[in-house]
């Protein structure tokens, strides 16, 4: 993902990146995201920025040795 992208699932539930604070080995992406509780069937949609941990890796077999951060889905 890039800055300012969003992503869209099926349910209808968004997130959008807003920044990345990258490390050697950890990082974390603050993200706005738009869910609706499902707990709660026909309540609004609310939208909340939240910080979110990323998995960051150096081996992954295609981006071998590059610094990669993945979205948690």
Wanted: no cysteine.
């Amino acid at each position: 993902m890039l800055l300012g992208q969003t992503v869209t699932y099926p349910e209808g539930t968004s997130h959008t990146l807003l920044q990345i604070e990258p490390g050697i080995l950890t990082a974390r992406a603050q993200v706005r995201g738009t869910y609706q509780d499902p707990s709660q069937p026909g309540a609004p949609w609310v939208t909340r920025d939240e910080w979110v941990p990323l998995q960051v890796r150096w081996t992954h077999p295609q981006f071998f040795l590059q610094h990669v951060a993945f979205f948690p889905s």
